[in-house]
């Protein structure tokens, strides 16, 4: 019984210190999003870039130098890089897996 109550107390003592410890503040904001723009944003500036790369693709590539195609080549690369990394998705970082993870330890 003693070993079960000295592992359970090390198990709070170390989540407690994790908590205490990262500076994570999340602040909650119940202000209503007002800006309808963004969405227009974002399908500009996905249609100038797909205007871009179809306008690099019926280029005649023939008489450019080697620097002039791979420069167009990293132009599209970065656009390509650019607008798969606005997806949307939720990130963790692994200081708040950790704190998860000892959560569903410590619960289960």
Excluded: H
Excluded at 26 to 45: H, K, L
Excluded at 74 to 96: C, F, H, M, Q
């Amino acid at each position: 019984m003693k070993n079960i109550i000295r592992i359970f107390s090390i198990k709070v003592l170390v989540v407690l210190s994790i908590i205490t410890l990262s500076p994570v503040s999340i602040y909650a904001d119940n202000t209503p999003i007002t800006n309808t723009n963004a969405g227009n944003w974002v399908e500009s500036q996905s249609r100038i870039n797909s205007a871009r790369i179809d306008e690099i693709n019926n280029m005649d590539k023939s008489n450019l130098s080697r620097r002039e195609k791979r420069a167009l080549r990293n132009e599209v690369k970065s656009i390509y890089a650019a607008s798969s990394s606005d997806n949307g998705g939720i990130y963790l970082s692994v200081g708040a897996v950790i704190i998860i993870l000892l959560l569903l330890i410590l619960l289960l």
